[in-house]
C-alpha cells in the first residue's frame, strides 16, 4: 500500500489542499459513488509522508470495519475509487488556477446553449486573462483560440461583416506559432542528431526554415508597425544561429533584440533564449580568445541573478549547473565559483547533488593545478548517465598526464577505447571527438620520450586543423610545453 499510485498523489497535497479534498469527497455534485471519504480520513491521519506501517490494507481495514473479517476486495475497490476522485479533485484545481480554460469550457456550452450574450461575456473575461501574461507560445496560442471563439461567435450572432479583423489576427499569431515551433524543433532535432544517435531521413521542417526570405519579411513588417515585429526578429536570428553559425551578425543582433526585450517575455521564454544565445557561445566562437569566455561567463552571471537558469521553478539541471561552473573557470573566476558550488548545489535534484559536486571540485581542483586533488574528486563521481562517463573520463585522462603517471594514462587510454567501441548509445559526433582526443593523447605521451620537435610541430598542425577533437586547447598547450622543453 505504501508504493501505491493512490499515495504517491496525496503524498503531493498541500496542507489547504488536503482540507479541499475533504470536502470535495463531501460534495454529493463531485463524489455520487461509492462513499470513500472515511478512508481517506483514515489516511490523512499519516499525512505528509505516509510512512507508517500503519498504511496497508489490513490495518486500514480494521479501523474501517472493526469486528469484520479482512475483505481485500472490498480495500481494492476503495482505494480505487480514492485514486479516481484524487485524480478529479487534481482536475479541478487545474481547472481554478486556469481562467482562460474555465473561460473555455464555458464557451464551449454557450455555443452550443446559443446563449450570445454570455458568450461574449466570457469572450472578454477571455481577453483579460491573456492580457495579464507575457510572451510565450502559449500566449499566441491562447490569442489564435480567442480570435477563432469570436469568429464563431459572428456566425452565432450572423455577424460575418465583423469577422475580418480577427481572421487577420489569428493568421499572424499562427506564424508566430509556427516561427517559435520551428526553431525549437529544429534546435532539438540537431542535438539529437549530434548527440543522441538520432536519424533523419527528411527532414520537412529545415527545408522549409531554408527557403523563406525572412529579411522581406521583416523589412515589410518594420514598415507596417507590427508589434512583434522584434519577435519575429529573434526567432529569425536565432533560427540563423542554427543554421549559419558562421555568420555572427545574427548572435551580436539576437543579444541586442534580446536585452532590449527579454521583459516582456515569460520567465520561461527569457530562458530559453538566453539558453540559446549561450549555447551558440559555446559551440561556435572561439573560447581560447579571453573575451568570448568573459562574454559566457557574464551572459551566465546575469541569467542566474535573474532567475533564468532554473526550470522547472527552483531547480537546476545538472547540464546546466556544470556548464554554468565551467565558463566561470574558463573567465578564471576562481571565488565566484566556489561560492556557486556552495549557493547552488542544493538547486540541483536531490539525487544529482553529491555527485555534480564532486564534479565540480575536480574541474575545480584541475583547473588550480591541484591535481592530486582533482583526481581524488574524480574517484568519487558516481556515473548518471552517459555523458558524466564521457566527461569524468576525459578529465581523468587529463589528470593522469599533468600527475606524470603515464603507465595508468596508457591503461585508461585503452580502457577508454573499449568503452567507446562498447556502447552503441553515444552519438557519432561525441565518439569521434574523444576517439581523437585519446588518440593525440597517446601520441603526446611517447613524444614526451623522442622530444622530436619536427614530429610536436607536426602534430600540432594536425590537431589546430581537426574540427572533431575533445578539449583541443589542452592538447595544443601540452604540445608548447614539449617544444619548450626541446628548445
Known sequence: MKTSKLINILKTFSTEEVKLFDKFLASPFHNSGKNCKPLFRVMKKYYPDFKTDMISYENLHKKLYPGSKFNKQVMWNLSSALEKMAKEFLEQIAL???KFTRMELAISEFSTRKLAYNYSQALGEMEKAIEKTGLDYDHFDKRLHMEIYKQDYYFLTDKIQFKGDSTLKSAEYQLILFLKMNVTALR???ILEEYHNYKIDTNL???IAGNVNYDAIIEYAKRKNYEYTYLIELYYHSLMMLLKPSNTRHVAKFRELYQASYKKLTDNEQSTMMHWLINYCLYN?????????RMVFELNDFRLKEGLAFYPDDQLSKTIYL??????LRANEIEWALEFINKYTVKLLPEFRETMKCQAYAFLYFHTKEYSKALNYLYKVEFIEIMDKLQTRILTAKTHYELNDMETLLNYIDSTKHFLNCNPSIS???RIQIHTFIKYVHKIV???ESKDLAEINSIKKEITSIEEIASKRWLLEKLAELADTVK
Open 205 to 207: 521542417p529545415l527545408e
Open 285 to 293: 566562437l572561439d573560447l581560447s580568445k579571453d573575451e568570448n569566455n
Open 188 to 190: 532539438d532535432l540537431r
Open 428 to 430: 557519432e559526433v561525441i
Open 96 to 98: 481554478r488556477n486556469d
Open 323 to 328: 556548464q554554468i561552473f565551467n565558463s566561470a
Open 446 to 448: 611517447f613524444l614526451r
